[in-house]
């Protein structure tokens, strides 16, 4: 066996992202769309900038506690379906691991293998860990993959706080007079900031993932400073 043979392969995946990634790109996209819609649509129906900030403010509170509590219930519902399977899959292996070999073995003659072959690797699979085989190949379940109620939460509510605090401090800062605008061309910038940083993080577009991100982010913005400016009231 050659030095080059011997040496080790490592690849870089990101499955393992997504569950924390998937939290802080909704959270932070929420934050930033729901609290500049919210700052445009109050701007837009004539309020003063002290009412918009501090709308705002219980916008982000609001919304950061709504996104946690949110996101907690979600993913735990997805834990609790994945546990009750695993539960299942470990008494129905007590119960008759040969018809569970076979369960096995079957997927993996679907998949391509020869029958022999695939029998083969069902015996030895099960012989490592039969659980952890039946998870990842008949459940798909897998580590990477497995819900996770408490992180979601957090960095859903962290990320909408982020996002929100951006839109917020340009209200804070910027002149009355122009207040609707310099909160509406921000937002825009973040959210293209944040689509293509999302983007680059999970292996896709950069481009794309801005463009998408933009796109409907401008669509909520325009649609509240339309109802804020037909009602003439906060909304």
């Known amino acids: 066996m050659t030095s ?14 997504i569950g924390w990634l998937r939290a802080a790109v909704l959270g932070a996209n929420d934050g930033i769309v729901s609290t500049a819609s919210l700052v445009v649509g109050v701007a837009a129906a004539q309020s003063s900038q002290s009412t918009i900030v501090m709308t705002a403010v219980a916008g982000l509170v609001a919304g950061a506690m709504s996104m946690a509590a949110g996101e907690y219930v979600s993913v ?9 399977d695993l539960d299942r899959e470990r008494a129905e292996l007590a119960a008759d691991p040969a018809a569970e ?9 679907d ?3 020869t029958p022999e072959l695939a029998q083969q690797v069902s015996e030895q699979l099960m012989a490592h860990d039969a659980l952890g085989a039946h998870a990842r190949d008949e459940l798909h379940v897998s580590s990477a993959l497995a819900a ?44 293209a900031v944040l ?3 999302a983007a680059r993080t999970g292996g896709a577009g950069m481009a794309v993932g801005a463009w998408r991100v933009t796109f ?5 913005m325009a649609i509240t400073a339309g109802v804020g400016t037909l009602f003439g009231a906060p909304v």
């Open 111 to 113: 998949r391509g293998l």
């Open 76 to 84: 735990h519902s997805q834990a609790d379906t994945e546990k009750a």
């Open 195 to 197: 689509g293509a940083v």
């Open 4 to 17: 080059a043979t011997r040496r080790l392969h490592f690849e870089r995946h990101r499955t393992d992202r």
């Open 216 to 220: 409907w982010g401008a669509l909520a």
């Open 148 to 191: 996770r109620p408490v992180q979601a939460a957090i960095t859903s509510a962290a990320a909408f706080a982020v996002g929100a605090a951006l839109p917020l401090a340009v209200a804070a800062v910027a002149p009355m007079a122009s207040l609707l605008y310099w909160v509406a061309g921000t937002a825009l910038v973040f959210l």
């Open 101 to 109: 070999a076979r369960e096995l073995t079957a997927i993996y003659v």
